[in-house]
């Protein structure tokens, strides 16, 4: 193997109870509460989503982390990119796993921070505009009290550096007040501890600028940009609509055939584009009729998209780090997910090694 890639999932850490939960669903709530209670909404549609190797695990307990990171590890996965809850002014929330991760040192897995600057509202139940929690960017000192928050995690041997610089995720870059501002500061700083800077990679839109803003690679979410396309469709979308007023207001549906046939890739011969791939989407198990749904993925295919994008990115002369984002290791109410479930088993995770095997593409961070 002579070719080098770094593949990232992203990792979710709502697999535990924690007061502000408690305090919105009711006692005891996490993810799974979502994912046990749904239903298929129309024929053909798989639902529940139920676990299978891990089983309904709580992420409080050291070993269900371990088996998470082996499992990666062993089909190829470099490392996770655990989502980070920053809302201002120090609150933050679902932080333990990974404090606990960065405390105990364990488990020995590659990892990286993306930043999820969002309010949350009441979406998961269809209670749209109830804000639970804002967020809020209280200004430069706040963004040096973050900074040094995280620290310790930057300098972690396990965490993932590009050229001596620890990378950052932001998924809304462009809900920062002034985002040039916040990655000029971080790179100041972390410069005076050591490192070359930050490695910021922003998910928004294909046409952002994210150079101007101080930004190393940008990717877009491809549920995100196909929605934005299949809006521009009006014809397909009058069809589209009509169907759901049918069948009565049922969730959005798209076909993984058909996102995966529209993925672009002249986006991927900009050296600074990170591709980011789903291995499937329902988020009906939050937000019932009002989700959407892509339909017909399948191992074999997704496999044959992760094979055809890694191939891409490896002959681009110019793309020096090889970064793919997968979404997601375990956003199991999003149906988005690579941990081996009841229907496929590990068939996601093993369309990875494979696609990495016969390319002959070494995955592991060094």
Known sequence: ????????????PQFHPVPENDRWWGKGFTEWTNCVKAKPLFPGHVQPNLPADLGFYDLRIPEVRELQAKLAKSHGITGFAYWHYWFGDKKQILERPFNEVLQTGEPD???????????????????????????????????????????????????????????FIVYLPQFLPDATSFTKLWNTLAIQNGFSGIFFIGIYTMDWDHKLEGFDEKSVHPLHQYM?????????????????????????????????????????????????????WDNTPRSGRNGYVIHGSTPDLFQEHFKSVLQFILNQENNKNNIILLKSWNEWAEGNYLEPDTRWGIGYLRAIRNALSKLGVDSTYQ
């Open 1 to 12: 193997m002579n070719q080098k890639a770094i593949i990232l999932a992203h990792y979710l």
């Open 228 to 280: 934005a396309m299949f809006e521009n469709d009006h014809e397909r979308k009058q069809k589209n609509d009509d169907l759901n007023y049918i069948l009565q207001r049922l969730p959005t549906t798209y076909c993984y055939t058909d996102l995966i046939k529209n993925y672009n890739f002249s986006w991927l011969g900009n050296y600074d584009f990170v591709p980011t791939l789903l291995p499937n």
């Open 109 to 167: 897995f590659p990892f990286c921070l993306a930043w999820a600057n969002e309010t949350w509202t009441g979406i998961w139940h269809g209670l749209k505009e109830e804000i639970l929690i804002e967020q809020t960017y209280p200004g430069e000192s706040d963004y040096i009290i973050h900074f040094k928050e995280l620290l310790p995690a930057f300098r972690d041997k396990r965490y993932i550096k590009i050229g001596n610089k620890p990378l």
